[in-house]
């Protein structure tokens, strides 16, 4: 039996489909479990005010359907961040926040993974980056109070582009309800631009990473590239997770329109099966 967890990201399928769709596609294609979206159109967001009614509803055919949700991507900051210079933005952003931690709590999910922006559609200076770190702070605070772990993605700009960047601020905060959840796609391309490595960046969260997304990129792409077409080193990543003590895994990549997308969880799932396998083999070999 594997020593991990290997998550579907909810847009990897048809928008269209049911939560008992979705649910049963992602097990008949061998993952273990999904990965919730909440991002920032209205229909996503709409699910963080769902009654508890609805919520037991998804509690019941995640048992039903036999496969769970065991984390909740949650990028809706993208529209609300917690540094925008609006007040209006700021508190809308808190709300965002406290619905999806009370959210998450409901649901039975412990890992919410947050973006790592302070702002994203508009400039970062000096005073984004100071309502990020307050509105962060209170964010940690709503999280400890749920027993819910925010954990932050690497993202694809400058502010949290890297693992050591993400535990500048989670050592800042100093709350075990703060971790990181890099995107080995995204810290390869940062790797690769500032000349580093992606194993000494995974290795600076040390006893702060929570999970990894399994997402493949090229040079300056960071979506929608297919496994294999890339340039992540997705075994050695996996082996260096390993040896950190990353247990839960994500396979991210998204439905493109394809008839063909239900063959597509299925082969996206052996081919990161295998990058599993070759990392825990390489993560138990003799020195």
Sequence with gaps: MPNYLLGLYEKSMPESLSFEEKLTAAKEASFDYMELSID???????RLKWSDKEIEELRRLQYNVGLPI??????GHRKFPLGH????IQKRSLEIMKDAIIFASKLGVRLIQIAGYDVYYSPSNERTRENFAKNLAISAEM?????VILAFETMETEFINTVEKAVYWVNKINSPYLQVYPDVGNITNAAREYGTSVIKDLESGIGHLAALHLKETVPGVFREVPYGAGHVDFPEAVKTALLLGVRMFVGEFWYLGEDNWKSTLRNNNAFLREALTRGELLAHAPE
Excluded: H, I, Q, Y
């Excluded at 920032?40 to 709409?46: A, G, Q, R």
């Design 85 to 88: 210079e609006d007040e209006a």
């Design 143 to 147: 999280a400890a109070r749920e027993g």
């Design 70 to 75: 065991k984390s909740l991507c949650l990028s």
């Design 40 to 46: 920032e159109t209205d229909k996503k967001l709409s």
